[in-house]
Structures are given as C-alpha cells and as structure tokens.
C-alpha cells in the first residue's frame, strides 16, 4: 500500500478524523442536521416568491456556509503516524552495477543519468534529509558504504538485492531505522531471492520503498546468452561451439556470426533468428590453429536499432596445448589390410599412441608402438591396474579363445568403471556371445545359423551380398558427427564423402541397443526391418564402446590420391573420441563456464590411484599463474563427504588467461611419475551477465515493496516520495495531529459560497 500525507478525504475513508475540543463527529452530524433544519425554517417565507428548485438551491448554500464555520470552529484534526525529524534513520541503496549503464530511458539517457537528475538534481534526496538522517551505500555482487551518489561508477559485473540487504542491514543494526529505499533497475542475478530478506525487514516494521528503472522490455536487443565448447580439444581436432541467442524485435532477421582469434576471422555463419524471447541455439565448427590455451571472441553483428551493444560479444577458451599422448592398446588377430593403414593413420599424430599387439601366426605376435621392452611382452594385460594405464582399446578379428574369463571380466570393468573407449572392427567371433563383451557392444550379436540366408557369409569378398562393394550411406546423426567431419562446411563435407571409394563388406550384428546411436550404415542391406549399421557407438557405464563392422576402411587411404588424408582423419577423430572420455589420474573441473573479474574460482581436482580408485591420503597444491605472470601457490584440501575430491578456491581480479598447476606430492600406493601434476586453463571475460535479462524487473521490486510494507515508484514517479515516507508507518513512527481548520482551500470553499450566495439572492431580488 502507498502512503501519501492524509487529507479530508482520506481521513474520512480511514475514520482517522476528530475534533480538538472533543466534539465527536456524530455529535457534528447532528448539529449539522439541526443547522440544515434551521436555514429550511427561515426559507419557509421570503420577501419573493421562489420555485422549489430555487429554494432548495439557497437552503444548500446557506447551510454548507453554516456547517463550513461549525466544522472550522470546533477545529477538526487528523489522527496519523509520522516520521520523528531527523531522530530515525534511512538507508539510500542505489544499484551500481553495469545493467545501470544502458541507455534505453527517454533521451537516449542511461539509467544512471536519469536516477542522478530524478533524486539527486530533483531534490529528493534533499527532501528525504529533512526528515532522516540519510546513510548512502553501492551494491553490485557486493555492497559498500558511500558518502552520496558520486561515489557511483556503474562497473559492477553482477547483481545480488539480497546480499546489499543484509549488508545495510549489519551495517545500521542497532541505530532506529526507519526504512529503506532501494533504487535498481530489479535485474538481480543472484541465486536467493531477496523477497525473504524484505520480509524479514517487514516484520521488524522497517519499510523498503523500491524505485525501479529502466524499461520493462527492451523493445530491439540481440544478445549471447551462452557459448558451450570443449575446454579441451586434441591438436588438428574439429570441435563444435553451440552459440546460444535471444533477442527483441529481430523475429527472422538474418545476422552473421563470427569468431575471431585476435584479429584473424576463423570462422562466419549467417543464422536466422527464431522467435523473440526465447533463447535458440546455433551450431558452429572450429579447428585450433596453434599449440596453446587460445581465447576465440565471438561476435553477433550489431543490428540498427540495437539499446545494448555490450552482449554481442562473448569470449571463449579452447586449450590446445601440448599434452600428453593418450595410449591406446590395439589387439589385431592377423596382419590385415585394416591393421596396417589405421597403424599408419595415427604415425604422425603425436596425440595419440598406438600399442599394437599383433597376432602372426600360431603362437607368434608382433609388438609396436610400445614404450618399453616389457610393455605387451606377456600379451593382453593379466591384471587390471596394467590395463587401466590405457585410455582405450581397440579389438580387431581377435577370437573369443585369446583372453580367459578374468581378462573378459576386466576388459568390461576397463570401460564400466575406469571410463575407457572400447571399439571392436571388422569381423566378431561368434564366442564373443553371451560373454562380457556382448554387453559392452552397441550392437546385439545373432549367430550365423540364426540369419536369413542372404545375410551370412560374413564380410567376406564375393558376389555375396554381405561381401559386395556398396556406398555407406550417412545417418543423420552422423552428418553432424565430429567423429566423421571431414570438413567443418556442411556442403563441403558431404561432397567429401561423396568422393570417398566404395567399401566392401559388411559383418551383420542383430539390432541396436536402446540408447545406442547409429552414424553410418549399409545403403540396401537389412535385419529385421533395421539397416545394418556399418558404424555405431554407445554409452557404457562411465565409458564409450563402438563397433566398426566392416574391415575395408583402408580403401579410402588406397583407392585415393596420395595427398587425401580422408582416411587419417576419420581415424585420428575416432580413437581421439574413445580415449578422450576416459579419466585422467589428476582431473580438474571448474564451477563454472567462465568468470569475471571479482568473480570468485572455485577449483575441485579429483585424485585416482594406479587402480584407478579415489585416493583420500593425496597432499595437492595448486600452483596458479595470473595474465600478469603473477604466480601464487596454495594448498588443496581434502573434502571430506567426497572421495579423492580436493577443493579450493581464490578470487580473480584480472581479465585474462589464469594457467593452473595441481601437484600431486604424495599418492597412496606408488603412483606413476607422469601421473603427479596436471595442467589447466581458464578465462576471465567482460560479463554478459548484466546485459543479459536486463529489462526493468518490476514484479521483483514491487513483491519486495509488499513484503516489507513499503511501496514501488517507477523513476517517473519518484517525486512522491518523500511524502510517501514520511507518512508511511514503520517501527520509529510517532502518533501526530494535523490541523485541517486552516487549509487554504477551506477558506476558498467558503468565500466561494458566499459569494454563489450573495450573486444569487442579488439576481431573484431578495435581501
């Protein structure tokens, strides 16, 4: 409810009137009754004769003027609650965040200038002196105190209603308080909800008078609302950056994308945007084009019209530096064509490193890629923290008879519970049925005996269907797959594979699991109603499997010009996919997608031991080097509630690239000597946040008005509000009278009648 200061009118409506020589208003009604009664008596004769409507007209006049001198004479007064002068105080907390910088008020002035010239330069807070003695505070994400208006800036990346509450709140505990008035434009992007705090203010009778600025709706904005990447990316990798907009008033305007590295475009994107106020996403492709933490700046090409620039550029890390290979181990059961080409795809790809361990003959195997003399030397690893040294692993016309149980069971706990890639190629021996490695596959597994005849032979070449020449034809999920990109262009790529050679052969699998996802399969060929996939990966426990079921892959090397690195690149990104997900011993995660600066960071680094389990006996410092080549080191704590999770967390006062180091100085059990330390980046952008959702939140403000027993202006009406103050009641408030006798317009009203009196007795010709 708004309070103003009460009148006649109000005072009657509220039954807060009385009189100061304690007449009761029933004892004035009567009275006024038996002076109308007596004005009637005296115009029962007159000196002329009246028509009864000129009659009643002087009854009227004379008995208002009569009744107007009565209600003077006994002296009414107003019973109300007013603010005591200057014994109560009153907190002014202005928004000074960036979202009060933008210019969508009348005049192309910004919110700021506007509170300045309706508060400052208007005299309200002149006004507001009068009566309190005012206290000044800024908020942002923060608050602080402030000697007036001046000490504004409008830097403030974030907003947080609740926390500059609480802060005023600590701040003027103990002194008599007579209310708040908070000016912001509502934008608030914090996580709690300051209508909880207001209540709490309305409890103890201490009102907050909310001022709200800034349009309701930002009538033509274009703004980037998210861009999700990988943090991470493999050299030569293509990755894609999902862009998320939204905008006002462009409803199917056509606007470029563009990302930029420095002052290179590497890549554009002309997208149509959708209907206005809902966030749309758009997908864009990007290969990294050096070894190193690199910070792409996304732009949206500015429209005519547009109230807010700042949100159409968003900043990104993408960290290509120089890592560690990942090792995958590669068991082949005969020295095939598919062998020796995948072996050559990844030779110069230093990202990744193939242990191969390749079956000859009976009983003879042919080791590469290996890092030492006894890596493989005994075969397939015989226990599980061996095996677990790798990312992934890669079986390829190997019979079910190599691995005993224990291997089968541990290849299965490889992906389940370590979180590596497994990918089985070409043919699968039909003892792989019912066995560990059915469960891992994104394909069911059917026995020879069991198909249609048109469906056996294998992959076997012929004239048999299954070993005929024949196009793979793409799924739609595997047109937009990074796995199979060879090209980042859309038109580009597809003409691509459309010059890739025939393959030739098909292993036929039963159907495909729920949840599986098909990216390649064979134009023509079916099983029960479903083309038999040529290509097709799946989630499994913590890790991924898929399954290659062909074995002529090494045709788009052979049959294309030497120069084609077609068959590389599906290769490369293929095994990079299966490895990459598996965890590191060391991994390190940020709370959020980016920062800003005062943001705070918190980092959480989880620690596994040589099996590959939650190490709680870790000692872990974190090494953190600032844009200014600053470094800091400080200690990581273990979190008690979570096993192998250490936390820690410092603020950021620079924009820029952080580079961090965790170190790992003490493992449980004998820890790998390249599995101590690990490396991380993260940016610290300009923020988006208050530019984003940034049109006046009025509902916001007027619930926190509510809550507290306070009231909500719009900046247009701000000059109410010291009145509105004064007269509203708040736990300092004093019980006061005001006179009503001598209001001007009282004298006014009866000089008026008096005068409708005299000219009309002077025209009927009365005396």
Known sequence: MQYTEPNLFTALSEGNLSFAYGISPLLFLLLAALIVAAVWLTYLKTTRPLTPAWKAFFITVRSSVLVLLLFCLLRPVITTLQVSPQETYLGVIFDDSQSMTITDMAGSDSRRDVVNEALVEGGVLDDLAESFQLRSFRFDKQAERIADADGLSGSGTASSINQALEFVDAQLNGLPLGGLVLITDGADNSEIDPVIKAADFGTRQVPIFTVGVGQEEIPQDIGIVDVNSNKTVLEGSVFNVSVGLNHQGYEGQEVELSVKDGDTVVETQVVTLGAEGVTRRYEMELTPERPEAIVYDLQVELQSGEIIEQNNVYSFLVDNTEKEPLDILYIEGHPRNEYKFIRRAVESDTSLRLATYLQTGP?????????????????????????????????????????????????????????????????????????????????????????????????????????????????????????????????????????????????????????????????????????????????????????????????????????????????????????????????????????????????????????????????????????????????????????????????????????????????????????????????????????????????????????????????????????????????????????????????????????????????????
């Open 363 to 767: 009983e003879k195997y042919y080791r590469q890629g290996i890092e030492s003399p006894t890596e493989l030397s005994e075969g397939f690893p015989r226990d599980r923290e061996t095996l677990f040294q790798y990312e992934a692993l890669v079986l390829g016309d190997i019979e079910e008879s190599f691995f005993n149980a224990d291997q089968l069971q541990m290849i299965q706990d490889f992906v389940a519970e370590r979180g590596g890639g497994f990918l089985m190629s070409g043919m699968i021996d039909e003892e792989f049925i019912a066995t560990p490695i059915a469960d891992i596959l994104p394909v069911t597994l059917v026995e020879e005996g069991f198909l249609p005849s048109h469906l056996r032979g294998g992959i076997r070449r012929g004239n048999h269907p299954t070993g005929e020449l024949y196009y793979p034809r793409l799924t739609n999920n595997g047109e937009f797959s990074p796995l199979l990109r060879l090209a980042s262009d859309d038109g580009e790529n597809g003409l691509l594979w459309r010059q890739l050679p025939e393959l030739q052969g098909v292993y036929v699998t039963g159907r495909i699991k729920p949840g599986a996802t098909v990216l390649m399969e064979h134009p023509l060929l079916q099983y029960q109603n479903q083309a038999l996939p040529v290509l097709a990966s799946q989630r499994y426990g913590s890790g991924r499997s898929m399954v290659v079921s062909t074995a002529s892959t090494w045709r788009w090397q052979m049959m294309m010009p030497f120069a084609d690195q077609s068959h590389e690149t599906l290769w490369r990104q293929m095994l990079r996919w299966l490895a990459v997900s598996a965890p590191e011993r060391i991994t390190i995660e940020f709370d959020r997608e980016f920062y800003n600066v005062g943001d705070e960071v918190n980092i959480t680094a989880t620690v596994l031991d040589d099996s590959y389990e939650a190490d709680n006996n870790a000692t872990l410092y974190m090494q953190t080097t600032d844009p200014l080549d600053q470094i800091t080191d400080m200690p990581m704590e273990w979190d008690i509630e979570e096993d192998g999770v250490y936390r820690a967390s410092f603020t950021v006062e620079e924009e820029g690239v952080y580079d961090l180091l965790v170190d790992v100085a003490s493992v449980a059990g004998e820890g790998a000597s390249d599995g101590s330390e690990k490396g991380a980046a993260f940016v610290v952008t300009p923020s988006l946040r208050e530019y984003n959702n940034a049109a006046m939140d009025s509902g916001l403000l007027a619930r926190i008005a509510e809550a507290s027993g306070g009231s909500f202006f719009d900046i247009a009406n701000a000059s109410q509000l010291a009145d509105t103050i004064e007269f509203t009641p708040n736990a300092y408030s004093r019980e006061v009278q005001i006179d009503l006798w001598d209001q001007p317009w009282l004298l006014a009203l009866l000089i008026a009648l008096l005068c409708i009196d005299w000219i009309a007795r002077r025209l009927r010709g009365l005396s």
